[in-house]
Nanobody, 120 residues
């Protein structure tokens, strides 16, 4: 019913920047919070940043002052601007959204993930 499609991952040198995008589509009535999570090899998935429909943001301590989350409600899209990237930021980044569908059912949806690799 709802699909999240991420884009913007890739390979970048330490100190560089990347911008991730995640577009939600399907039978969407409204979207509550949206966020980005990441999972490095051998580690658990962890929160990177979230943003509410009221544009309140929350960041992991490890990315504060380097990453910025934003959203375009008209496009059902969330972005993650990543600056001053470090090798420890290397992970698969996943988009997440809390969606109310057109049948007024609430669901927690995930994208397929996009690889971010930061070389030293």
């Amino acid at each position: 019913q709802v699909q999240l499609v991420e884009s913007g991952g890739g390979l970048v040198q330490a100190g560089g920047s990347l911008r991730l995008s995640c577009a939600a589509s399907g039978r969407i009535f409204s979207i509550n919070a949206m966020g980005w999570y990441r999972q490095a090899p051998g580690k658990q998935r962890e929160l990177v940043a979230t943003i509410t429909s009221g544009i309140r943001t929350n960041y992991a301590d490890s990315v504060k002052d380097r990453f910025t989350i934003s959203r375009d409600n008209a496009k059902n899209t969330v972005y993650l601007q990543m600056n001053s990237l470090k090798p420890e930021d290397t992970a698969v980044y996943y988009c997440n959204a809390g969606v109310v569908t057109t049948t007024l059912a609430f669901g927690d949806y995930w994208g397929q993930g996009t690889q971010v690799t930061v070389s030293s």
